[in-house]
């Protein structure tokens, strides 16, 4: 079976829930590269490249996502473009833990009010 990437964005209550890490556990069961990012609007981002069948498997667990998060909406694409621009899956982070982290928990918060 031909590779090919998938592009996804994920909204709804998807940072600081733990959503990148599971993600990532996903990505890497299924022998998938590319990486999972936080977006400052409060959405994830994902670019996976691998098997056509295994990314389906991915988008699936995108629409679900971990225990903590709750998906309202995945925008994607898949593309015939693999190029293998990745060697690993992995988390991409701001330079400053800190921040990357102070920022998910803004955009949680802030999602949460909003549903309130």
Known sequence: MKNQTL???IYGRV???????????????LNLTGFVKNNQNG?????AE?????????LKYLHKGSSLAKVTKVDYKFTNNFKK?????????EKDMLKDQKQAIKNLFDNLLQKN
Do not use: C, M, P, W
């Not at 940072?15 to 069961?29: H, P």
């Not at 690993?88 to 982070?93: D, T, W, Y």
């Open 43 to 47: 959405a994830v981002s994902v670019v």
């Open 85 to 93: 621009h990745f060697s690993k899956f992995e988390i991409l982070r």
């Open 15 to 29: 940072q600081g829930v733990f959503f990148r890490v599971n993600v990532k556990q996903q990505a890497l069961k």
């Open 7 to 9: 592009i996804a964005q």
């Open 50 to 58: 691998g098997k056509k069948q295994d990314l389906q498997k991915l």
